[in-house]
């Protein structure tokens, strides 16, 4: 069993900064890819950012130069900071793990937070 417990969010002013934080917790050998996604209403839901487990990172074009994604792997832990928020930032963000189970097993399996809203204002 896995728990992705996200939080940071909440409102902001446009050109202001937030930062997300997503917790692993449970009965696992190890979480590898970590990413956070966020949607909008009546919208699929989107990657926004990517760190993998020897800390290789990518982003969407939409937030590259404004967020960035970290980890702590002694915490589990997975955050993304966001500086130079836009109204169009404004979404409910969610953490995705790539969680192995044990280590004999061959692949890994996906867990999703709860999510967390971001709103900025103009």
């Known amino acids: 069993q896995v728990q992705l417990a996200e939080s940071g969010g909440g409102l902001v002013q446009a050109g202001g900064s937030l930062r997300l934080s997503c917790v692993a917790s449970?009965?696992?050998?190890?979480?590898?890819?970590m990413d956070w996604y966020r949607q909008y209403p009546g919208k699929e839901r989107e990657l926004v950012a990517a760190?993998?487990?020897?800390?290789?990172?990518k982003y969407a074009d939409s937030v590259k130069g404004r967020f960035t994604i970290s980890k702590d792997d002694a915490k589990n832990t997975v955050y993304l900071q966001m500086n130079s928020l836009k109204p169009e930032d404004t979404a409910v963000y969610y953490c995705?793990?790539?969680?192995?189970?044990?280590?004999?097993?061959?692949?890994?399996?996906?867990?999703w937070g709860q999510g967390t809203q971001v709103t900025v204002s103009s």
């Open positions: 995705n793990a790539a969680v192995r189970p044990i280590r004999q097993s061959p692949v890994d399996y996906d867990y």
């Open positions: 449970g009965n696992f050998f190890s979480v590898n890819e």
């Open positions: 760190i993998t487990s020897n800390g290789g990172t």
